[in-house]
């Protein structure tokens, strides 16, 4: 056996190319489709201007509720019958909701496509919702949502999402929302909200050979018996920041570590600073390598990990960083990392540390971007947040292309250490002392 003395050196980056994007309007809808010449799997997506933004107050979980239940079958067949359809033909249902859409999606070889797309509408279009099913459903939810909730996290990051964006709006709420508010959820609401937004036509997502597809006929398979014009385009939510901290201490007691949540608001996605402002995040707390990683877990031990990034949506956005600690260190964590992000905000990032972020960044879009699944996913962030079709074209170019100025000034504008929400879940009787004596902020006990 040979041994290899040192790590062979990296080859050339190959070039990165994204499909070209077709749009086709057929039936009051729009196919948008991605050309994959050869691709034999193809897969397809119904986009519906139906996200959680749209459920009423105290019945948060709604549309998840009503995703979980398409797959009880159809007005035309049962749920046995709607399986054993997709069985045939190699295709597996999923449904998915987040704050600006719900999809119904399938992928099966590209000559099976049309019965899929037909089978995944009549799921969207035309779905059983038998008030057992869904009733069970909901049971389900509230079953799994009592257990999560359980658990250390979701009561932290409810806390922090109800100050960052007020308790009383749907933002402010958790975005599939909590055991009360699925509890209450009726099946009329299910009802409602499937007749109120998802007989809407909506914009059909197809990646694949497009050579051997027939756009037109998918669209009016995905299209057929829907009406209503799209839906008028809400802005993006201002930005405010506090002018101090505030400590949200939610009370776990006995609890042996501390579960972090530090955040404010932040910008949408459609943000002109969106590269800049993610390799910032990257090169503080978005990557193995990154600031807070460093110091947090290597150099202080306090934990196994802790994250921070940017997440945005179509109409706001928010910076967040998360991690758990040991209770007996609790407020030296939270301290060394405001000090971190501080640190990022006024210095910036040096050119060492931008070089490892823009290459892991552009090394992995050019990874992810590797099947129809994936390629799907960019339409969905196209279309959502009305990008140019050449949007993932120029998009590596741009992350290699950030420079240090660039990106240090896009931390300079978007992080805001002192105007940082820190939710504290934890032994209260245990922490709330030292918190205190850190004089992070405002010590508050949280409602939830």
Do not use: C
Request: proline share 6%; aromatic share 4%.
């Amino acid at each position: 056996m040979t041994l290899v003395a040192s790590r062979p050196s990296s080859g050339e980056a190959r070039p990165y190319s994204f499909p070209d994007v077709v749009r086709t309007p057929v039936a009051g809808g729009l196919v948008v489709a991605a050309h994959l010449p050869g691709q034999r799997l193809a897969s397809a997506s119904l986009l519906l201007d139906a996200g959680a933004a749209r459920e009423a107050l105290g019945r948060e979980g709604t549309a998840a509720i009503l995703a979980k239940s398409l797959e009880e079958g159809t007005r035309s067949l049962d749920s046995a019958g709607f399986a054993l359809a997709l069985e045939r033909l190699g295709a597996e249902l999923s449904t998915s909701v987040d704050w600006d859409s719900f999809r119904v999606g399938v992928s099966v070889p590209v000559a099976l496509l049309p019965g899929a797309v037909e089978l995944a509408a009549a799921a969207a279009r035309t779905p059983k919702l038998d008030p057992a099913d869904v009733a069970r459903v909901r049971d389900d939810e509230v079953t799994a949502l009592r257990m999560d909730w359980a658990q250390p996290g979701p009561r932290a990051d409810a806390a922090l999402r109800a100050d960052l964006f007020g308790a009383a709006e749907r933002f402010g709420r958790p975005l599939h929302g909590d055991p009360t508010s699925v509890a209450a959820v009726t099946v009329e609401d299910v009802l409602a909200y499937h007749r109120d937004w998802l007989l809407r036509p909506g914009v059909l997502l197809v990646a694949g050979d497009l050579d051997h597809l027939d756009l037109e006929a998918l669209g009016a398979a995905a299209f057929a018996g829907t009406s209503g014009d799209p839906l008028p385009e809400e802005g993006p939510l201002d930005v405010p920041i506090p002018a101090g901290r505030k400590v949200i201490l939610v009370d776990r007691p006995g609890s042996v570590q501390s579960t972090l949540r530090l955040g404010h608001r932040a910008p949408h996605r459609a943000h002109p600073d969106y590269v800049t402002m993610s390799l910032a995040a990257t090169v503080l707390g978005g990557a193995f390598t990154s600031r807070l990683n460093h110091l947090i877990r290597e150099v202080k031990g306090y934990t196994y990990g802790i994250r921070g990034d940017f997440g945005m949506s179509r109409r706001f956005g928010r910076f967040g960083v998360s991690s758990g600690v040991q209770t007996a260190v609790t407020a030296p964590a939270l301290v060394d990392t405001i000090a971190e992000i501080t640190r990022t905000q006024a210095e910036g990032v040096t050119e060492d540390e931008l070089a490892v972020a823009r290459s892991w960044r552009a090394g992995q879009l050019s990874v992810d971007m590797q099947t129809p699944g994936s390629i799907l996913g960019a339409l969905v962030t196209l279309v959502i947040h009305g990008l140019p079709d050449d949007y993932h074209v120029h998009l590596r170019q741009q992350l290699l292309g950030a420079t240090v100025d660039q990106v240090s000034a896009a931390a300079a504008a978007h992080l805001h250490a002192e105007g940082l929400t820190l939710v504290v879940e934890g032994d209260a009787a245990a922490i709330r002392d030292e918190l205190t004596a850190a004089d992070l902020g405002e010590i508050v006990d949280a409602e939830v």
